[in-house]
């Protein structure tokens, strides 16, 4: 299955650690029976920022409204709603890449 956007980040790969035949027949088995594989169970928090990341960047790319248009108040800052999907993809590849610092926090992009 092509992953434009987890490709483009240096993604796709991120949790295949066991690349076996037989586990990747089973895997192909599973994605036509329940539409994703087990191996995405085994880390539930990046793969739910994979998944939103993949859909945030190609709304970015192909969205029906402008982005620019809306803005919202955040910590007394104003962002347009491509600030804040912009920054939701960025924390999503940082947390996703580098899961926590040394005192357990994440380094993010912030908002």
């Not at 620019?68 to 007394?76: E, G, L, T, V």
């Not at 920054?87 to 610092?101: D, E, G, L, M, W």
């Amino acid at each position: 299955m092509a992953r434009k956007y987890l490709d483009d980040a240096g993604l796709s790969k991120l949790w295949l650690w066991d690349e076996d035949a037989r586990k990747e027949l089973q895997w192909g088995r599973q994605e036509k029976t329940f539409g994703f594989n087990e191996s995405e169970l085994w880390n539930l928090d990046a793969t739910f920022f994979l998944w939103a990341y993949e859909r945030v960047m190609y709304y970015l790319e192909f969205a029906p409204i402008d982005l620019m248009k809306f803005k919202f108040k955040f910590r007394s800052r104003r962002l347009t709603l491509n600030d804040l999907l912009e920054r939701f993809a960025a924390n999503a590849v940082a947390i996703t890449n580098h899961p926590f610092n040394a005192d357990g926090s994440v380094q993010t992009a912030g908002v």
